[in-house]
């Protein structure tokens, strides 16, 4: 993209997305969002590669969004992250579900593959810097109303 805006001097946005999360996520799209609140929605064990440590962040919808937003008004062409930089371990984001949910946290564990990323934390300076873009949403509140969604689309007809 960065080849084709100075090739042709046109204007090119580029932004990287991590982790985002919020209603309206299929329930069986392979992420861990969906996967753990399906997970807890039908009283199974919530499945955890490896020993959990390894970390994501997680990004509610609006905030992506809005960063989105602020990026294709703005005047950048160099690549802007939009992603939330506090990170969790899976473990704790395993033991967040079980405590919104008000069950004891029971966990299938099953084997870290080769290729898993041990951390996943952008770098939001620039996104701060350029475009005074900072996620806004509490994990609590985002995961909450996630849920809610779900146990919305799971309820029968």
Not at 58 to 76: E, H, K
Not at 83 to 93: D, I, L
Request: hydrophobic share 35%; charged share 25%.
């Amino acid at each position: 993209t960065m080849a084709y805006h100075r090739a042709h001097d046109l204007d090119t946005k580029i932004v990287r997305i991590f982790n985002t999360y919020g209603p309206r996520m299929r329930l069986d799209d392979g992420r861990v969002v969906p996967a753990f609140i399906g997970q807890a929605l039908r009283g199974e064990p919530l499945t955890i590669f490896g020993d959990g440590t390894q970390t994501r962040s997680f990004c509610y919808v609006s905030d992506l969004v809005d960063g989105i937003w602020r990026l294709a008004r703005s005047t950048t062409h160099e690549p802007v992250n939009c992603g939330n930089p506090h990170e969790m371990s899976m473990r704790q984001f395993a033991e967040a579900i079980a405590e919104v949910f008000g069950i004891e946290l029971t966990v299938d564990p099953k084997p870290l593959p080769p290729d898993d990323p041990k951390v996943r934390k952008p770098d939001i300076t620039r996104a701060q810097e350029v475009l005074g873009w900072s996620p806004v949403v509490p994990f609590d509140k985002g995961i909450r109303e996630t849920i809610e969604y779900f146990r919305g689309q799971l309820q029968p007809a």
